[in-house]
């Protein structure tokens, strides 16, 4: 797959399905080491940022939704620590 095609499919995953351009990047990523058979990097299977969802789903061939993004879980933290901070 040429880099051109690469950038293309990317871009159009994440048109077509609402995902964030790092999302389907590491989707596509997943996907050609998948089909080349070739060892997944640790930080992807460990990863919690949306690259490291989006390679996972493309490696083990699964869906990848909207609600299994790292940073919206990530800002639902962030927001109710600052709520817990304002009570002390």
Known sequence: MSVIAFK?????LAEQNGWPIISAK????????RKRR???PLHALVGIDDYSEGFRAGYFDRALTAHEFADSGLQEFAHS???DSDRA
Request: hydrophobic share 25%; no cysteine; proline share 5%.
């Open 38 to 40: 070739k060892q997944p």
């Open 26 to 33: 590491g989707y596509v990523d997943g996907e050609v080491f």
């Open 81 to 83: 620590e600052l709520q």
């Open 8 to 12: 293309e499919k990317s871009r159009v």
